[in-house]
């Protein structure tokens, strides 16, 4: 959700907009964010990265993109990194900033009236420990094929 100065155009607010147009009319926008926001550059802790979570939401909110309907959104809580995890370019402490954010995108996605869905028991590797496995990715399609009937 940050502007990332290493990698531009790698912030969804900065693209957002462009995505909604180009793609109207919206039934459901899947948002799963969150992982790379507790790198250690960008300073943010979990209520920070809910807060640009929710500037993302109204900023998704706002764009005429929804065919005369009210938005509808999913928020997908990633889950969160592994113990054990030790990267140098997402930096010291990131274990633990991202053991918050499920929670911190529970109460942004509950305050904001949108959906909200937890993919915590998904399945992380023990390469990166932060990106699903391919046992991971079924059991996140089965959550999601579960959820976005009952939404559309």
């Not at 957002?16 to 926008?29: G, Q």
């Not at 309907?69 to 140098?88: C, M, Q, S, W, Y």
């Not at 915590?120 to 390469?127: R, Y």
């Not at 990166?128 to 579960?146: N, P, S, V, Y």
Request: with cysteine; net charge negative; proline share 3%.
């Amino acid at each position: 959700m940050f502007a990332d100065p290493l990698h531009e155009s790698m912030d969804a607010l900065s693209v957002l907009y462009s995505l909604l147009k180009s793609h109207e009319v919206i039934d459901l926008l899947i948002i799963m964010l969150g992982t790379n926001d507790v790198k250690e550059r960008f300073g943010a802790n979990a209520a920070c990265i809910g807060a640009g979570m929710e500037r993302l939401l109204l900023k998704a909110k706002s764009v005429d993109c929804w065919g005369g309907k009210t938005p509808n959104i999913l928020v997908v809580a990633p889950p969160r990194i592994k113990e054990g995890f030790h990267d140098a370019v997402m930096g010291a402490g990131c274990v633990e900033k991202s053991a918050g954010v499920a929670e911190q995108l529970r109460i942004v996605a509950q305050r904001q009236g949108v959906h909200f869905l937890d993919a915590a028991q998904c399945q992380f590797n023990d390469v990166d420990f932060m990106h699903l496995t391919r046992h991971g990715h079924a059991q996140l399609a089965d959550l999601l094929t579960a959820a976005v009937p009952t939404l559309v």
